[in-house]
């Protein structure tokens, strides 16, 4: 975890702060950590949460050797005009990346649930005059994302520390415009092994009223990419069923 400055980027106090984790597993803190087993009127996610972050994820240069964020990006038909929310941004390897991309007729959410991390990335985000990009705090399971008004929500490598996903997402949905994709990035491991089964995903999306859109095999983002769209009406939190672990 300025610009054509969108009311709900606007530059509030807590806006020019900095993301989430992005590539997530940045050698480290998790993401997401793990909350205490009351999620309210939302059913608890009956699967482990990652709380150890891999380093993998944090070395930008070997990540662009791999041309990692290039095929995300494209893979996702992020385009120049679009805002996207980067949540999970950590250090900011795909904020900066994003930026480009959308270009100066574009914006950029930065969020992270750490306020070291938000500071940390506000700073470099204004040491390279990124104009298009807000930085601001989240919560472990809400989002803090205004209504329509993402074209794309992207979470890289964060998915499997979400404690309580199912009021992540809950929350995550109104947020998205019309056509407006979440963008998943993670690997097809066990979430306790920072990964998120794809069987497991779709689950945990069709239960808070997403379909999904699209899934692409992604070695060189470290396993898989797969987007979703909200569908249908949003089911009240206490209808809402988790998906059980075999």
Same mark, same amino acid.
């Given at each position: ?77 992020? %385009? ?43 700073? %470099? ?26 074209d794309r929500v992207l979470m890289v ?31 097809? %491991? ?57």
């Open positions: 975890m300025r610009r054509r400055r969108l009311t709900m980027l606007g530059l509030a106090a807590g806006v020019i702060a900095p993301a989430l984790l992005i590539a997530a597993c940045d050698g480290s803190k998790p993401l997401i950590r793990h909350e205490p087993d009351t999620p309210g009127p939302f059913p608890a996610a009956d699967r482990p949460v990652a709380n150890i972050v891999s380093s993998r994820w944090s070395n930008e240069e070997a990540r662009d050797r791999l041309n990692e964020a290039s095929e995300v990006m494209g893979k996702a038909d992020i %385009r120049r005009g679009m805002t996207v929310a980067d949540i999970g941004a950590g250090e900011g390897y795909y904020t900066i990346r994003l930026a480009s991309r959308v270009g100066k007729t574009g914006r950029v959410l930065a969020e992270d649930i750490v306020a070291s991390v938000r500071d940390a990335l506000a700073e %470099r985000v204004a040491r390279e005059d990124l104009e298009n990009v807000s930085v601001r705090l989240g919560a472990p399971a809400d989002p803090k994302l205004p209504e329509n008004s993402f490598h964060m998915y499997h520390e979400i404690a309580q996903p199912y009021e992540f997402l809950w929350r995550l949905r109104p947020s998205l415009k019309r056509d407006g994709l979440v963008v998943v990035v993670d690997a097809n %491991r066990p979430t306790q092994n920072h990964g998120t089964p794809p069987a497991l995903l779709r689950c945990e999306f069709q239960a808070v009223g997403y379909r999904e859109v699209s899934f692409t095999d992604m070695p060189s983002a470290g396993g898989y990419l797969a987007t979703f769209q909200p569908a249908g009406t949003r089911p009240q939190p206490e209808d809402i069923r988790a998906c059980r672990m075999r």
